[in-house]
């Protein structure tokens, strides 16, 4: 089995202990979003009373003066119009909302839990799209990475969810990513890993107690996508991966469905660990 570092040039396999530091941030400059307007004081205080956000503010018990520095204007749609950008904490969540200008007042076209990580610039060529990162918190361990997309259609705007990868509690994440990812076929039976590590002793904390890092066992060909690469003290290779979960496919012992705690768990990519001995390269 050749190595993915013969393929490509490999960047250091050191880990991050939270995914908000380490590999999934790709692009932090949120703030190339933001609009100077006048009155966005008032313009909040309109955005606030609507019913999806007031509904979070009493689910948390938060304070309206906590919660104002986290606004922001921004045009998503980049048609001259000042939309507004919720980013920031309420209670101790984050959250995410973005409420679209709607005649005098707003409707909301984005709520999730998280925090934008990942964004780019609506006015190019692509569309607008944005990545929020949901950290496990409060007795969960399933952490989420939801890409967003905005759709602009008779004058009507609005966000599909484009993916949605789920991160086990406790995942060693790699600081850095290969230069260009690679796909991967499972050629044999093998496992998905919280670490790049064999070891069917530890217990990964949860509520079902399973012994063993292993996320979820995979069958023969099996796809995912290969982001890293590191060697263990034994000198075997681990490629940190985003498995598909392709339609009709069985994974063995899957901790991210058993958790119960995303309600698609079983139409997600799973990030984690495989062994060198069980995939190849396309």
Known sequence: MKRIFLLLIICT????????????????NIEKWYREGENLGM??????????????????????????????????????ELDILFNGKIGSQHY???????????????????????????????????????????????????????????????????????????????????KTPVKCTFTKVGSLRIEPVVDNQTRIATNNHWAGNALGTYSVNATGTIYAETKDSKGKFWYFVRMNNEAGLYIHSNRFTNAKEVEDAQNCFYYGWVSNDDVSFE
Not at 13 to 28: K, L, R
Not at 60 to 80: C, L
Not at 128 to 144: D, Q
């Open 13 to 28: 396999g050191s880990y991050a202990v939270s995914a908000q530091n380490g590999f999934f941030v790709t692009n932090t």
């Open 96 to 178: 995410v909302f973005i409420f679209l200008k709607k005649d005098k007042g707003y409707i909301v076209v984005c709520q999730q839990l998280g925090s934008v990580i990942q964004a780019n610039l609506p006015d190019e060529d692509n569309g607008l799209n944005l990545s929020i990162w949901h950290e496990a918190c409060c007795g969960n361990y399933v952490s989420s990475l939801t890409q967003l997309v905005c759709i602009s259609n008779n004058n009507t705007s609005f966000f599909n969810t484009a993916a949605k990868s789920l991160v086990f509690k406790g995942t060693k994440l790699p600081y850095n990513r290969i």
């Open 43 to 80: 313009e909040v205080k309109k955005a606030v009373m609507l019913p999806e956000f007031q509904s979070v503010v009493k689910e948390n018990a938060a304070k309206m003066e906590d919660v104002m520095p986290y606004f922001h204007y921004i045009d998503f749609n980049n048609n001259g």
